[in-house]
């Protein structure tokens, strides 16, 4: 409800201004997501990174990571970049028409003893 001008010039909180998230905000959420839908984590892995460009709602996500090897790399990107988007999507209620995904390192996984 908007008081009108007359009546000392205030308007409603809904109504005033607009809420701005920044892009290193975004980015660590699309990160913690990444981080969130990866199957098993390397051990001596980095955490995923993320570098996000926001414009007028509109988020373009970019991931950096590493994972265990071997693993289905197809399946695994898949996932992480459905996971970001939705994440971002109901966390910072912006679009995401992209989001892509990098594997900078693999790291072979030892069982037994033996790496695989």
Same mark, same amino acid.
């Given at each position: 409800?908007?008081?009108?001008?007359? #009546?000392?010039?205030?308007? #409603?909180?809904?109504? $005033?201004?607009?809420? $701005?998230?920044? !892009?290193?905000?975004?980015?660590?959420?699309?990160?913690?997501?990444?981080?969130?839908?990866? !199957?098993?984590?390397?051990?001596?892995?980095?955490?995923?990174?993320?570098?996000?460009?926001?414009?007028?709602?509109?988020?373009?996500?970019?991931?950096?990571?590493?994972?265990?090897?071997?693993? !289905?790399?197809? $399946?695994?990107?898949?996932?992480?970049?459905?996971?970001?988007?939705?994440?971002?999507?109901?966390? #910072?209620?912006?679009?995401?028409?992209?989001?892509?995904?990098?594997?900078?390192?693999?790291?072979?996984?030892?069982?037994?003893?033996?790496?695989?």
């Amino acid at each position: 409800m908007t008081v009108p001008s007359g #009546a000392g010039g205030r308007v #409603a909180a809904g109504e $005033r201004g607009e809420t $701005r998230i920044a !892009d290193r905000v975004v980015a660590k959420i699309a990160a913690q997501a990444a981080r969130e839908a990866i !199957d098993e984590p390397p051990e001596q892995g980095a955490p995923p990174r993320a570098t996000v460009t926001v414009r007028r709602g509109v988020a373009r996500v970019r991931i950096g990571l590493e994972l265990a090897y071997p693993t !289905d790399i197809g $399946r695994q990107c898949g996932g992480v970049r459905r996971h970001v988007t939705e994440r971002v999507s109901a966390l #910072a209620g912006m679009e995401v028409p992209e989001v892509a995904v990098r594997v900078e390192r693999l790291h072979p996984t030892a069982v037994g003893g033996r790496v695989r």
